[in-house]
C-alpha cells in the first residue's frame, strides 16, 4: 500500500517525537531513580532500542521509518526517495523530534524548553558519531539487502550497542541531536556543540553508502 506525502511526514513527525521523548524520557527517569552513571545509561539504554524496534515495525510501512536526516538523505542519493520529498522528511524529523523533547519535559514538570549546557565536542566524539551512524546506515542498507523483515530489531539491537561502544553514546541523527540540544537533562547536548555531531553524522552516512554501494556491487538494492 502506498501512502502519499502528507501521511509519511505525518509518520516521521510522530515516530521521531516518540523516539526523542523515548530518549529524553527515559534519561530524566533513570537520572532520578538512580546516581550511577552507568545504571542511568543503562535505563536510557533499553527503552531507546524497544521503541526503535516497535516504531519501525509500525510506521516502516507508511514512511520507511527514517526519522533521521542523515537515513533519508542517503535515500534521496539511492533514488529510492526523491529531493524534495527528502527535504520535507528533514523538516517533519526536526519538528519531530522538537516537539518528543518537550513532551518529555511536560511529562516530568521541567521547564518546557532549556538549552542543554552538557559539553559534547572535540575529536574523539566526532569520530564516534562518525562510526555510530556509518554502522546505522551499514545495517540498514545490508539489512534490506538480506533481511528486510528484520531491520526493526536490526536496528534497535544496534543502536542499543552502539550506546555503549560510542564514546557519544551513539546519537547517529542530526535530527535527534537538535532536539536534545532542548534539553538539559541526562541527553542533553549543547547547542554550540551540534555542527560538529551533525557534520560527522553525514559523514558517516555517506562512508556507509559509498562502502555498501561497492561491497554489494552497486546500489544496496532492497
Not at 539487502?145 to 561502544?165: E, M, Q, S
Not at 553524522?201 to 544496496?220: C, K, T
Request: hydrophobic share 55%.
Amino acid at each position: 500500500m502506498q501512502f502519499d506525502l502528507s501521511r509519511r511526514l505525518v509518520a516521521e513527525v510522530l515516530g521521531t517525537a516518540l523516539l526523542v521523548a523515548t530518549v529524553v524520557g527515559s534519561g530524566i527517569m533513570a537520572d532520578r531513580l538512580s546516581d550511577d552513571v552507568a545504571v542511568s545509561l543503562l535505563g536510557n539504554t533499553l527503552p531507546t532500542g524497544a521503541i526503535l524496534l516497535v516504531l519501525i515495525t509500525c510506521l516502516g510501512p507508511v514512511s520507511g521509518a527514517h526519522f533521521n536526516p542523515a537515513v533519508s538523505l542517503v535515500f534521496a542519493l539511492r533514488g529510492d526517495l526523491k529531493a524534495a520529498d527528502a527535504v520535507f522528511y528533514t523538516l517533519a524529523q526536526v519538528v519531530g523530534g522538537c516537539v518528543g523533547a518537550i513532551v518529555a519535559h511536560a511529562m516530568f514538570a521541567l521547564p518546557l524548553v532549556e538549552l542543554s549546557s552538557t559539553v559534547r565536542t572535540g575529536l574523539p566524539q566526532w569520530i564516534a558519531e562518525v562510526v555510530a551512524t556509518f554502522g546505522l546506515v551499514f545495517t540498514i542498507l545490508f539489512g534490506l539487502r538480506f533481511k528486510a523483515d528484520a531491520i526493526p530489531a536490526l536496528v534497535g539491537l544496534y543502536i542499543t550497542a552502539a550506546y555503549w561502544f560510542t564514546a557519544s553514546t551513539s546519537f547517529a541523527n542530526p535530527a535527534v541531536a537538535i532536539a536534545r540540544s532542548l534539553t538539559d537533562t541526562f541527553s542533553g547536548i549543547r547547542p554550540l556543540d551540534l555542527p560538529g555531531f551533525i557534520l560527522a553524522e553525514v559523514a558517516g552516512a555517506l562512508l556507509a553508502l559509498a562502502f555498501a554501494s561497492w561491497f554489494l556491487g552497486g546500489r544496496a538494492k532492497a
